[in-house]
């Protein structure tokens, strides 16, 4: 099994800047690509970016290109998400995820953190 703890979740005004850590740990090395969904109250968990297991390639979604990067330090066993100039829209729980090499899918999970941007 492979456990996932987010942190550097937070309060920060729009505009601010926060950056988001993820400790694995565990069979780390049955995980490929990682990533970082959200969920904002009301709304579905989404997909907001990932890396490859060398962190060769990142995917965003459309809202947070040029805003947030995504990267991963596989000698820590950790991944990060800088998030800069953050808007109000961006508030909710972000989770971090970790892609099975066996099953394809995001099968690991964090518990989530919260992240807060007042306008």
């Known amino acids: 099994q492979v456990q996932l703890v987010e942190s550097g979740g937070g309060l920060v005004q729009a505009g601010g800047s926060l950056r988001l850590s993820c400790a694995a740990s565990?069979?780390?090395?049955?995980?490929?690509?990682m990533g970082w969904f959200r969920q904002a109250p009301g709304k579905e968990r989404e997909k907001v970016a990932t890396?490859?297991?060398?962190?060769?390639?990142?995917y965003y979604i459309d809202d947070v290109k040029g805003r947030f990067t995504i990267s991963r330090d596989n000698a820590k066993d950790t991944e990060y998400l800088q998030m800069n100039s953050l808007k109000p829209e961006d508030t909710a729980v972000y989770y971090c995820?970790?892609?099975?090499?066996?099953?394809?899918?995001?099968?690991?999970w964090g518990q989530g953190t919260q992240v807060t941007v007042s306008a």
């Open positions: 565990g069979r780390t090395f049955s995980m490929d690509a």
């Open positions: 995820a970790g892609q099975s090499i066996l099953t394809g899918l995001y099968d690991y």
């Open positions: 890396v490859s297991r060398r962190g060769a390639a990142a």
